[in-house]
Nanobody
Framework: QGHVVESGGGVVQSGGSLRLSCAVS????????VAWYRQAPRKEREMVSS???????TYTESVKGRFTISRDDHKSVVYLEMNKRTPDDTAVYYC????????????WGQGTQVTVSS
């Protein structure tokens, strides 16, 4: 059974930096696609960035040039470095780990709150 745990959230001022971590256990990490999502108050959950098992990265338009995703296959961790943050980045950030094509291998963390003050 897979297990996903996010950490690193908190309160930062606009323009500040923060790094989120997503630790995965119970699954073969190198076979996983891992993605960060976020959900702001009164908004739908959106994908922020993803890092596939083939090492392809994607970013939603609003974070390009500001956020960087990386993964450490030895530690089974995916990071999201968040720079030049704005109040619009305030949300609960969730990590998802899945194996493409396997519906039963799809796990979510509990989320970590990120608040950007103006």
């Amino acid at each position: 059974q897979g297990h996903v745990v996010e950490s690193g959230g908190g309160v930062v001022q606009s323009g500040g930096s923060l790094r989120l971590s997503c630790a995965v256990s119970g699954i073969v990490f190198t076979s996983l696609d891992v993605a960060w999502y976020r959900q702001a108050p009164r908004k739908e959950r959106e994908m922020v960035s993803s890092y596939s098992w083939t090492h392809k990265k994607t970013y939603t338009e609003s974070v390009k040039g500001r956020f960087t995703i990386s993964r450490d296959d030895h530690k089974s961790v995916v990071y999201l470095e968040m720079n030049k943050r704005t109040p619009d980045d305030t949300a609960v950030y969730y990590c998802n780990a899945n194996v493409p094509g396997y519906v039963n291998v799809d796990f979510w963390g509990q989320g970590t709150q990120v608040t950007v003050s103006s």
